[in-house]
């Protein structure tokens, strides 16, 4: 059975060091075997976690349990493979209903303009330079964050950039597309906010810490035009 590449890390967790302090409640770990299990135990519950896939704990132990106690599973791997593929769909759709909320009610505040593309964005400091081609390199600073608030990646640690923090630089089209179509509407020194749908990030296939059919909202600052 050939698995979503979202469960496949599942099958090929490195094992990592158990955590440092006292947890919740006792556990002896005594054996090596004892420490190896729990150690893969946690390793399952931070792939699970970061992944964000919801499950049942019970019925994940019953589908561990069979398949090591060797007995018959409550089903087949088609159906297996079924479920997860519906599991993903579900999911899909469900973003999506959350991204086009999203994008609906912030259009309606205040400052938010919106292409032609469907990229929605703030002007939160106009610059006064001049504006880069599809042809330039640019330097930046940004931060970008999930619907949820998290920081995926970002160019600078605190509140704003430092002096000792160092701009990033790249191809104005060497980036996902809204940035390569904001960074054009933007003059040298301007700092913008944008929130760039699904389609003109990663689309249904995700990055990294980026889940599928994510809208990314970035603070943007134009540094120079080289």
């Known amino acids: 059975m050939r698995l979503p590449a979202v469960f496949m890390i599942l099958m090929s967790i490195p094992l990592v060091a158990v955590a440092q302090g006292q947890p919740e409640s006792v556990i002896e770990l005594t054996t090596v075997g004892d420490k190896v299990s729990y150690a893969v135990g946690l390793n399952i519950g931070r792939s699970l976690q970061q992944q964000g896939l919801e499950v049942n704990l019970k019925l994940l132990s019953a589908g561990i349990a069979a398949i090591l106690s060797d007995t018959k599973p409550a089903m087949t791997d088609e159906q297996a493979q079924a479920a997860f593929i519906e599991y993903q769909s579900e999911k899909a759709k469900a973003g999506k ?30 610059g006064t330079g001049e504006k880069p081609t599809s042809q330039n390199t640019v330097s930046t600073h940004y931060r970008g964050k999930l619907i949820n608030g998290n920081v995926f990646d970002e160019s600078y640690k605190g509140e704003a950039p430092a002096a000792t923090d160092s701009p990033v630089s790249f191809g104005v089209t060497q980036v996902i597309s809204g940035w390569t179509e904001a960074l054009q509407l933007m003059k040298v020194g301007a700092k913008y906010r944008l929130f760039i749908p699904p389609e003109l990030a990663y689309g249904e296939r995700g990055q990294s810490s980026i889940p599928p059919n994510s809208l990314l909202i970035f603070e943007i600052e134009l540094v120079s035009i080289k």
């Open 97 to 126: 209903e959350i991204v086009r909320k999203f994008l609906e009610e912030n259009a309606k505040k205040k400052g938010v303009q919106q292409t032609k593309s469907g990229l929605q964005y703030l002007v939160l400091r106009e």
